[in-house]
């Protein structure tokens, strides 16, 4: 059992930048994948990032590449998501998200329905 809590949202003009933060209390957060997502009140919950566990495998949507930066940290059972240049587009609740991961490449790591443990989200706002 993990438990995932997010912090670090906030609101932000347009070209700036938030760090938002994945803490996880339980057992064995080193052999779990982390995931970002964000959910829109009117879309789907979306992939946004991904880190395997090992930390040699990231994974990006394209509409961040180049702008969003995911990391970990496994001796403080945590997890990154830098943002830079945010657009008004990147407003939603984002969450991270724990799995054990036996597959591999971006589809694997975006298919929503196979994240088993997910936090309780935090707002990011983007004013333009």
């Known amino acids: 059992q993990v438990q995932l809590v997010e912090s670090g949202g906030g609101l932000v003009q347009a070209g700036g930048s938030l760090r938002l933060s994945c803490v996880a209390s339980?057992?064995?957060?080193?052999?779990?994948?982390i995931g970002w997502f964000r959910q829109d009140p009117l879309k789907a919950r979306e992939f946004v990032a991904g880190i395997s566990w090992s930390e040699r495998s990231t994974y990006y949507r394209d509409s961040v590449k180049g702008r969003f930066t995911i990391s970990r940290d496994n001796a403080k059972n945590a997890a990154y998501l830098q943002m830079y240049s945010l657009k008004p587009e990147d407003s939603a609740v984002y969450y991270c998200?724990?799995?054990?991961?036996?597959?591999?490449?971006?589809?694997?790591?975006?298919?929503?329905?196979?994240?088993?443990?997910w936090g309780q989200g935090t707002q990011v706002t983007v004013s333009s």
């Open positions: 339980g057992r064995s957060f080193s052999s779990y994948a």
């Open positions: 998200a724990a799995r054990m991961v036996y597959c591999s490449g971006y589809e694997c790591y975006a298919n929503v329905s196979e994240w088993r443990y």
